[in-house]
């Protein structure tokens, strides 16, 4: 291909599970020559080769690199890309050993970026020290996981993404194995090296799963005036794309029809009497009403005798949302999800927002949801309530919650709650696209557009050269499962794809 010309060039920052899947997808979408022209990935990653490295990180992304298809030309750089700019549409990708790479698209699968502390993570760190206990700040990685005790309880506060993506090294990672049950269900077998982890957040629960099925109705989003309020406009937003799934996917479990709830309920008042008669009259069930605030505090008001008993019930809250979003018929939950991402061009960095999305729409697949749910069966994993209060003592820290009596002591205290705004990422490009607005922040990491990974900046618009996906991104975890990580990486390969094949074409080197 020497001589001819290049359909577009590409560079993809990080050469792990996520930038490897995303090289192999644009390998297999990439147009095959006809004409002369080619297609050059440059894949960028400090790491050298060897596991999880461009190389050879998954048997996939190490046939990119050594066989990519005719066609195709693939550069390793075993660097550090530092920064991204934009110079007449034509991305520039700084990296750290100096030089830049053109390209006419960019793809960050960089890991997770790391966050410096802030003083109260000092502040707990030094106290382990001087007690010889163990602190792991947010964002520990596998090397720190592995000084987690085998066999000692450890506090782990936060339920949401970061909690779930640290389940699997500290259980399969450590011999642990899941087989399946009498129904089909994932059921923990232990290795004997797990420590027993009491996780506890602001809710008390864990994020809910992602639907596994698909929209049945219409799907149209309709926006309400503010006057003022901006959580009620959006809420009301929120409703009415949830009813309107449920009166158009499944009517006969409404008694009337979408045609004539629609204006009623757009003259209604959020969250007013009115709204509540209105949705009363019209859905007979109250497992098919939407109840935001049971959905945002499921455990408010709640007490229980004991941690027994408050297992027994999560145990049950697992299940429900297990089946809830695995059930078609649920697809209303898929609505309302979808109308979360909607909002987000607007009421990112909204606290009661990006609380509820992150609860609502950025969760596990289901099958992490699961594997949890067997976790906390085989009781690795024992939930001790919502506004978990840590404090220090002399022989560790100690944890009580308002949900159930008593307190929880341990040696270790892990960090899992949401990590802070790439603004103070490590990682100099991303704290840099933050810092100009090319990139906006959903749940401490960054935004993108669902269907296919491209990159909002900060006044909502959506970037038609850059891309992000892996555990980067809101929606994003480190375990999300080979499946679910294919499916996402060939969107952005064909979005990728379909982006350079418009550029300008260039010399092939």
């Not at 599970?17 to 644009?26: F, H, K, N, Q």
């Not at 297999?28 to 006809?34: E, I, K, L, S």
């Not at 050993?97 to 793809?107: E, R």
């Not at 490590?426 to 993108?448: S, W, Y």
Request: net charge positive.
């Amino acid at each position: 291909m020497r001589g001819g010309r290049a359909v577009g060039a590409i560079v993809v920052i990080g050469a792990g599970p996520a930038g490897t899947c995303v090289v192999d997808r644009i390998c297999a979408h990439a147009p095959r020559p006809g004409n002369g022209h080619a297609v050059e990935i440059h894949v960028v990653d400090s790491g050298a080769p060897g596991p999880e490295r461009a190389s050879d990180a998954a048997p996939a992304g190490g046939r990119a690199v050594h066989d990519a298809p005719r066609g195709v030309r693939v550069h390793v750089h075993h660097d550090r890309a530092v920064g991204l700019s934009e110079s007449a549409g034509r991305q520039l990708v700084r990296l750290l050993g100096g030089g830049t790479l053109g390209a006419d698209a960019v793809v960050l699968a960089q890991s997770r970026p790391g966050v410096p502390l802030g003083p109260a993570e000092r502040e707990e760190a030094l106290f382990a020290a001087r007690h010889g206990l163990l602190h792991l700040p947010s964002g520990s990685d596998q090397k720190h996981l592995e000084n987690v005790p085998a066999g000692e309880p450890v506090l782990v506060r936060g339920a949401g993404r970061a909690f779930i993506d640290l389940l699997a090294p500290l259980t399969v990672g450590r011999g642990g194995r899941f087989t399946r049950g009498r129904r089909g269900e994932p059921v923990y077998l232990p290795g004997g090296f797990e420590p027993f982890l009491y996780a506890g957040s602001r809710r008390g629960v864990p994020h809910h799963a992602r639907p596994g099925y698909r929209l049945a109705g219409e799907a149209r989003t309709r926006r309400f005036p503010c006057e003022g309020d901006a959580r009620q406009a959006t809420a009301k937003e929120l409703a009415y794309a949830y009813y309107q799934e449920l009166f158009t996917a499944h009517p006969s479990r409404t008694r009337t029809t979408w045609a004539a709830f629609e204006p009623a309920f757009a003259r209604a008042e959020p969250g007013g009497k009115e709204m509540r008669a209105l949705v009363t009259k019209s859905v007979p069930r109250f497992a098919d009403r939407l109840h935001l605030d049971r959905l945002e505090r499921p455990l408010h008001g709640m007490r229980f005798g004991d941690l027994p008993g408050l297992q027994r019930w999560m145990h049950g809250y697992l299940a429900a949302d297990l089946e809830r979003r695995a059930d078609p018929a649920f697809s209303p939950d898929l609505a309302l999800v979808r109308a979360l991402q909607d909002a987000r061009s607007r009421m990112a960095g909204d606290p009661w927002f990006d609380g509820l999305s992150g609860l609502l729409a950025d969760g596990p697949s289901l099958d992490r949801q699961a594997e949890l749910h067997a976790l906390a069966r085989a009781g690795i994993v024992t939930f001790i309530g919502a506004e978990p209060r840590v404090e220090q003592d002399d022989g560790g820290w100690r944890a009580s919650s308002p949900t159930v009596p008593g307190v929880t002591r341990a040696r270790t205290l892990m960090e899992a709650r949401p990590r802070p705004a790439p603004a103070g990422s490590a990682d100099p490009l991303i704290a840099g696209l933050f810092a100009r607005g090319e990139c906006r922040e959903a749940a401490g990491l960054l935004d993108v557009r669902p269907a296919d990974g491209r990159l909002i900046t900060g006044d909502g618009s959506v970037h038609g050269r850059r891309f992000a996906l892996g555990s980067l991104v809101a929606g994003g975890t480190a375990n999300d499962g080979p499946a679910t990580l294919l499916c996402r990486a060939d969107a952005v390969a064909r979005a990728v794809l379909s982006q350079v094949s418009r550029a300008p074409a260039h010399a092939a080197a």
